[in-house]
């Protein structure tokens, strides 16, 4: 530590003798991560400095000198005019000093009344409420993308698999829409934290709340806040609304992965289902004929990354006591970091999506194969009064008799079916059609084109219900 030279490097420096050496102010400062924060933290001292104006705890002069003073801050930060001070701790302490070099007195009333630790949590849930809504913008155009191709491909047949196995036969609009609805809930997730987000800590102050007259209502309703925080303890110290925004990115990304998986696969050559176009697709550096899906993989790569983000806040969390404490400002390399890589991702996969060639006749072709219309026989079987397991049974022996001679179910003549069981013929050769066998699933939400088109029109209606709530709630 050096001697302090003029006594005002930190605004604490009325109780320190030093100064902080450059190691302390490097491992102690957060301005690198969290100067991203500097259009929330413009606006709540905004409306705190005009709040503290209506209440009479600042003259309208200083309200006007603090609010023009920081509209320019803004401004020359964005047009890229102002570079922060490097010793300043964080978004909160470079703006406040910058504030005060440009209109002195007044910009030295500005933290009456308020802390940096309700102010940070205030900037903090304004921002995930701003990003969650371009996020949602983002995943509601992915679910756009998806009903498109959906509605496209309602009677492209397909194999389903379990156990990456053939099972089934499905309508590739059906497999692309369960992803539709994976999205769906990740939106809901994410609106939820935009709930747990809209609360205003402002006022809190540093833990206990303050002696002055101040009103929380005003400043939150003029940050676009519902309501405000009941505890001025737990207000300081809840990051939930960052958990909660972290968790919707995270499985988010699981779920963009799985899909990412199935691209990579479908388009392996064995495969073959679709062709990712070359804007989604890398060569490689040594073998001329490769094309491979890097933007498919990285996206499944990335996940593990928003899983450890939220790992990362949780455990911050996990063992701190009330209120407010340093480890706090840890939480925004996660937060930001899930964000950000959920966006760019949901822009990838959508990209990939509405650019990629679906190689429909690929996916009939594999359709034939594997004795999909097993189950269908067996239900035949069954639906003429055979108990459903010998049915089982029965067929098990004709999928093993057509292995050993490899032939598929359908090249079976209805003679060859009789005489396995004397309640199979010529309908047993209907069922058998891959086609119809998708058609025959007309359970709810099951694959046949008719419960499919159900399934566009409510991803529809889903779809609008959450492009309405984007729209009746515009960023502050
Ligand atoms: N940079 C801090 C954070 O992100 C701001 C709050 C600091 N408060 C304090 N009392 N040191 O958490």
């Given at each position: ?13 009325g109780?320190?003798?030093r ?11 957060s ?36 609010v ?24 909160h ?18 933290h ?38 959906a509605?496209?491909h309602?009677?492209?047949?397909m ?27 990740d ?78 696969l ?82 990838a ?28 026989l ?79 029109a ?17 960023p502050?």
């Amino acid at each position: 530590m050096s001697a302090t030279p003029e006594g005002g490097a930190t605004p604490w420096s009325g109780r320190f003798e030093r100064t902080p050496e450059r190691f302390q102010q490097r491992f102690g400062a957060s301005l690198p991560v969290d100067q991203r924060l500097y259009a929330e933290d413009v606006a709540g001292s905004i409306a705190h400095a005009r709040m503290l104006g209506a209440q009479g705890v600042l003259s309208r002069e200083d309200v006007d000198a603090i609010v023009s003073g920081l509209q320019a801050i803004r401004e020359d930060i964005e047009a890229g005019r102002l570079q922060f001070d490097v010793a300043s701790e964080d978004i909160h302490m470079a703006i406040e000093k910058e504030l005060v070099r440009r209109v002195g007195e007044a910009g030295k009333r500005l933290h009456t009344a308020r802390s940096r630790n309700d102010q940070v949590a205030t900037d903090a849930r304004l921002f995930v409420k701003r990003r969650v809504q371009e996020i949602v913008a983002l995943a509601n155009r992915l679910r756009a993308t998806i009903v498109d191709l959906a509605e496209a491909h309602v009677e492209t047949v397909m194999p389903g698999y379990t156990h990456m196995q053939k099972a089934q036969p499905v309508s590739f609009a059906h497999h692309l829409l369960a992803y539709f609805w994976m999205v769906t809930r990740d939106v809901r997730r994410l609106r939820a934290a935009y709930d747990a987000a809209d609360v205003s800590p402002l006022g809190s102050a540093a833990l206990a709340g303050t002696t002055f007259p101040i009103d929380r209502r005003a400043t939150a309703a003029e940050l676009g806040f519902s309501s405000v925080a009941p505890n001025s303890m737990d207000a300081v110290s809840d990051r939930d609304f960052a958990a909660d925004a972290i968790y919707a990115c995270a499985l988010g990304m699981v779920h963009l992965s799985r899909l990412c998986e199935e691209l990579v696969l479908w388009s392996i050559e064995e495969f073959g289902f679709v062709t990712l176009d070359d804007a989604w697709a890398t060569g490689s550096s040594i073998m001329p004929q490769k094309k491979n899906p890097d933007f498919a993989e990285l996206v499944r790569g990335k996940t593990g990354r928003t899983v450890g983000d939220l790992v990362a806040l949780l455990v911050t969390l996990k063992g701190l006591p009330l209120a407010y404490n340093k480890d706090m400002q840890e939480d925004k390399e996660p937060l930001f970091d899930a964000l950000d890589t959920y966006a760019d991702s949901l822009v990838a996969v959508e990209g990939m999506l509405s650019t990629m060639r679906v190689n429909t006749e690929r996916m009939a072709a594999a359709a034939l194969g594997g004795y999909m219309a097993a189950t269908d026989l067996a239900d035949l079987l069954a639906s003429k009064g055979v108990p459903f397991r010998e049915a089982h049974e029965i067929v098990g022996r004709l999928v093993l008799a057509c292995e050993r001679s490899g032939r598929r179910l359908q090249d079976l003549s209805a003679a060859e079916l009789t005489a396995a069981c004397p309640d199979l013929g010529e309908d047993a050769l209907a069922a058998l059609d891959i086609q119809s066998v998708v058609a025959r699933r007309t359970s709810e939400g099951g694959t046949a084109p008719e419960r499919v088109r159900e399934q566009i029109a409510a991803a529809g209606a889903s779809l609008a219900a959450d492009e309405r709530w984007l729209a009746e709630n515009p960023p502050v």
